[in-house]
């Protein structure tokens, strides 16, 4: 069975920086492209990043482009956030997910792996 633990969300002032991890266990996701979303409350889930299986392509939300940076180190099966120039509009809950299908990198839905989520706030 798959999981995803997130870690690393906590409390940070308006400038700060946090890293987020995500580690996946019960499988290896080295053909599998990883993202982060997170949803503010009252608001739906929006896109952050996402990465390629290999590492070698990224994409951000325009909202944090600049200022969040993806990678990923397959040999621990464990996906990173590293969140710089934090904003208060930044405050959310961050989920990491996996694509369940392999080289695949669009579209992370209900059919992906999902983790239990991380709190970011970012105090003004």
């Known amino acids: 069975q798959v999981h ?15 890293r987020l991890s995500c580690t996946a266990s019960g499988r290896t996701f080295s053909t599998n492209a ?3 979303f997170r949803q503010a409350p009252g608001k739906e889930r929006e896109f952050v990043a ?12 325009d909202s944090v482009k600049g ?7 397959n040999a621990k099966n464990t996906v990173y956030l590293q969140m710089n120039g934090l ?3 930044d405050t959310a809950v ?8 392999p080289f ?7 059919n992906d792996y999902w983790g239990q989520g991380t709190q970011v706030t970012v105090s003004s």
């Open 50 to 61: 996402a990465i390629s299986w290999g590492g070698d392509v990224t994409s951000y939300a």
């Open 87 to 89: 904003k208060p509009e």
């Open 4 to 18: 995803l633990v997130e870690s690393g969300g906590g409390l940070v002032q308006a400038g700060g920086s946090l």
């Open 104 to 110: 695949r990198m669009r579209n992370f839905g209900t």
């Open 67 to 73: 200022r969040f940076t993806i990678s990923r180190d």
């Open 94 to 101: 961050y989920y990491c997910a996996v694509k369940s299908i």
């Open 34 to 36: 990883m993202g982060w």
